[in-house]
């Protein structure tokens, strides 16, 4: 068997062992200390903004702590883009709020502006305004963000912007993990950075962050005995986490270099292909390219679907995957509110994420070329 391709695998840049090193001789082996100060800075930095960055253990803990920060309470309705992973709409049930979903759009496979905007009219109409809106930057490619802010802005509903998967994507300059009241990163380890496991809470405002960290440490009163008048959570990054996203955020912008290459090498190569089609970057948009994803339609491509060009892939021992599962079709969130016209229904049976580490060598693509090639004449 040849060795397995990945569909995004870790890809260490060399300095983060010397960052792990220095918490362990400095004895900072505890869920604070410089190494969180300085990741904290290092990404602040790197969106370009005066923003605030509360270091956690995840993504999902930054998505919780932000409906906690926005008042969120039990019976809330929380609107979610549907199309993502389960882990953005999971802390909306956490609260006991309730998830009211949105479709996709096809130009950017994002939460649709339209059905926004018809969402919170019906569910006003129903007599509840939502408390939130959480759209996502699926595989890097960015969400509208402009046109979802105006409308959160008419209704004044707070967004919360899952950038999960699009550390580095911008839109007219501006990062992806700035737009909403508050954002949230993740650093899991398929994502374009890792700390192994680990997420960020950012905002511009530095009262929110503040309560962030005081939330993510068991929420401590300022005394010297353990006083607490709120309910607290263990949700801070660990200092040897931390470290090794101070080296991971020395190559971010190699690594996002590496993966739009690993895009392009696709493209060049498939795009021409009947029936294959990829999602371009929209005017002024920038993509991380965090994964490569393309549409499979049987109707041209003679009768090949995606889930033959992944089983494919698979008997040569390369990880693909269908895109996310849109969560208004997934058992657990059955009888949801759903306001969509089919788009993310579709792109889920019609689309497949290649691998797209920024580790995969010439070999590694040829190998995977050699499979479509066989199958896509
Ligand atoms: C990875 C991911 C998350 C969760 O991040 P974790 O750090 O794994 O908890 C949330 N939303 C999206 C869209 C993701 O891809």
Redesign the pocket.
């Given at each position: 068997m040849k060795p397995k391709i990945w569909l995004s695998s870790p890809h260490m840049g060399g300095t983060e062992l010397n960052y792990v090193h220095e918490a362990f001789d400095t004895n900072w082996v505890a869920p604070l200390g410089p190494n969180v100060d300085n990741f904290e800075k290092d990404i602040a930095s790197f969106l370009k903004e005066d923003v605030h960055v509360a270091a956690l253990s995840?993504?999902?803990?930054g998505?919780h702590l932000a409906l906690i920060l926005l008042g969120i309470q039990p019976g809330d309705e929380v609107i979610c883009q549907s199309m993502?992973?389960s882990?953005?709409a999971n802390p909306i049930a956490y609260i006991g709020a309730k998830p009211v979903f949105v479709d996709s759009e096809a130009d950017t496979w994002n939460m649709s502006p339209q059905l926004l905007e018809a969402a919170i009219k019906d569910r006003i109409a129903k007599g509840k305004t939502p408390k939130a809106i959480i759209p996502?930057h699926?595989y890097g490619i960015p969400a509208r963000m402009k046109e979802i802010q105006a409308i959160a802005d008419k209704y004044d509903i707070p967004v919360i912007e899952?950038a999960?998967?699009a550390l580095g994507s911008s839109i007219d300059g501006k990062m992806c993990g700035t737009f909403g009241a508050i954002n949230?990163l993740?650093?899991?380890g398929?994502?374009i950075i890792t700390t192994s496991?680990?997420?960020a809470l950012v905002t511009h405002n530095k009262e929110i962050a503040a309560k962030a960290r005081f939330l993510a440490t068991q929420a401590r009163d300022a005394a010297p005995h353990y006083q607490h008048s709120h309910i607290g959570y263990n949700y801070r990054m660990s200092n040897i986490c931390a470290g090794i996203g101070r080296g991971q955020m020395e190559v971010l912008n190699k690594r996002i270099e590496q993966r739009r290459r690993i895009y392009d090498l696709y493209y060049s190569r498939l795009s021409k292909v009947e029936g294959i089609s990829f999602i371009e970057e929209q005017p002024g948009c920038f993509s991380n390219r965090w994964l490569t994803t393309i549409l499979v339609d049987p109707v041209k491509t003679n009768g090949v679907t995606r889930e033959d060009v992944r089983l494919a892939l698979e008997k040569e021992n390369i990880e693909s995957r269908p895109l996310w599962k849109p969560m208004h079709l997934q058992p657990v969130f059955e009888g949801a509110p759903f306001y969509g016209d089919g788009t993310s229904e579709k792109l889920f049976n019609d689309g497949l994420c290649l691998p797209s580490g920024s580790n995969l060598t010439d070999d590694d693509m040829n190998r995977i070329f050699e499979v479509m090639d066989g199958l896509l004449k």
């Amino acid at each position: 068997m040849k060795p397995k391709i990945w569909l995004s695998s870790p890809h260490m840049g060399g300095t983060e062992l010397n960052y792990v090193h220095e918490a362990f001789d400095t004895n900072w082996v505890a869920p604070l200390g410089p190494n969180v100060d300085n990741f904290e800075k290092d990404i602040a930095s790197f969106l370009k903004e005066d923003v605030h960055v509360a270091a956690l253990s995840s993504g999902t803990a930054g998505l919780h702590l932000a409906l906690i920060l926005l008042g969120i309470q039990p019976g809330d309705e929380v609107i979610c883009q549907s199309m993502t992973f389960s882990a953005t709409a999971n802390p909306i049930a956490y609260i006991g709020a309730k998830p009211v979903f949105v479709d996709s759009e096809a130009d950017t496979w994002n939460m649709s502006p339209q059905l926004l905007e018809a969402a919170i009219k019906d569910r006003i109409a129903k007599g509840k305004t939502p408390k939130a809106i959480i759209p996502v930057h699926l595989y890097g490619i960015p969400a509208r963000m402009k046109e979802i802010q105006a409308i959160a802005d008419k209704y004044d509903i707070p967004v919360i912007e899952d950038a999960a998967e699009a550390l580095g994507s911008s839109i007219d300059g501006k990062m992806c993990g700035t737009f909403g009241a508050i954002n949230v990163l993740s650093f899991n380890g398929n994502k374009i950075i890792t700390t192994s496991g680990g997420g960020a809470l950012v905002t511009h405002n530095k009262e929110i962050a503040a309560k962030a960290r005081f939330l993510a440490t068991q929420a401590r009163d300022a005394a010297p005995h353990y006083q607490h008048s709120h309910i607290g959570y263990n949700y801070r990054m660990s200092n040897i986490c931390a470290g090794i996203g101070r080296g991971q955020m020395e190559v971010l912008n190699k690594r996002i270099e590496q993966r739009r290459r690993i895009y392009d090498l696709y493209y060049s190569r498939l795009s021409k292909v009947e029936g294959i089609s990829f999602i371009e970057e929209q005017p002024g948009c920038f993509s991380n390219r965090w994964l490569t994803t393309i549409l499979v339609d049987p109707v041209k491509t003679n009768g090949v679907t995606r889930e033959d060009v992944r089983l494919a892939l698979e008997k040569e021992n390369i990880e693909s995957r269908p895109l996310w599962k849109p969560m208004h079709l997934q058992p657990v969130f059955e009888g949801a509110p759903f306001y969509g016209d089919g788009t993310s229904e579709k792109l889920f049976n019609d689309g497949l994420c290649l691998p797209s580490g920024s580790n995969l060598t010439d070999d590694d693509m040829n190998r995977i070329f050699e499979v479509m090639d066989g199958l896509l004449k």
